[in-house]
């Protein structure tokens, strides 16, 4: 879809504007994911669905391992920033799986036990990266930046079917899915930058419907009530109870 040594050679030339929108792009990227996290400790509940979480590890994860190719092959500063920025993400995800096996099982999964909801989450994340690793080798995209922005749509998938289920603000916020909008706004406009393979009706369109999600998710969010739990919820089961 487009040439990293072109898009590398805007980033070089232009490395002032590229870490200014970038860097608001993850940033808000961060405090979406941080929300996400203090909301799903706070609420004692799964921050985003199973497969999601486990297709953002896979992706994220597969990003990390590939160290030699950012530092080495590439040696550029680009994408060797992208590699730290995704160690905290990688991070947060890591926290989410946590929380969707500790508190998960309840709302998801009540008829299995703490031990099978385990070993059920450990599968899905097995599968994610099984998957991840079948589109990779067919994508055309050797600096991850499609499948960022894919990443980030699939962000209101995993959390919207939940959202609705609940029926309340438990595990979610304002705050959260206004950062999650300006973190597509912000990537969607960064990219439209790097090079002319990005100014194609497919990629525009994948980019709306990223940031549309958002503001769906912005005004669904806040028309819901406030979640105000009826009991003290008991405490949460170890991985292998």
């Known amino acids: 879809m487009y040439q990293p040594a072109e898009v590398l050679r ?14 608001i792009t993850l940033l808000c990227n961060f405090v979406y994911f941080g929300e996400a996290a203090r909301l799903g400790f706070r609420d004692r509940c799964a921050p985003m669905a199973l497969w999601g979480t486990a ?22 500063w680009f994408p060797k920033l992208f590699w730290v920025a995704l160690c905290v993400t990688f991070t947060f995800e890591l926290v989410f799986f946590s929380q969707i096996v500790r508190f998960g099982r309840a709302e998801f999964a009540p008829a299995l036990s703490q ?25 055309d995209d050797d600096l991850y930046l499609v499948s960022f922005m894919v990443t980030i749509l699939l962000c209101g998938p995993s959390s919207m079917p939940i959202m609705m289920r609940r029926g309340t603000r438990r595990g979610f916020s304002p705050l959260e899915f206004g950062a999650f909008t300006v973190m597509a706004l912000g990537f969607a406009v960064t990219t439209q930058l790097f090079s002319a393979s990005f100014h194609n009706l497919t990629w525009i369109l994948l980019s709306a419907a990223a940031v549309g999600y958002g503001l769906v998710m912005i005004r669904t969010v806040v028309a819901l009530p406030p979640y105000r739990p009826t009991e003290v919820s008991a405490p949460a089961m170890s991985l292998l109870d």
């Open 10 to 23: 805007y980033v070089s030339d232009h490395a002032v504007l590229v870490v200014l929108l970038g860097g």
């Open 55 to 76: 297709i953002f590890l896979a992706h994220d994860g597969n990003y990390l391992l590939d160290y030699g190719k950012w530092f080495n092959t590439y040696d550029h």
């Open 115 to 139: 031990r099978m909801w385990t070993l059920y989450c450990v599968g899905a994340v097995a599968a994610g990266v099984i998957g991840w690793a079948i589109v990779k080798r067919v994508l």
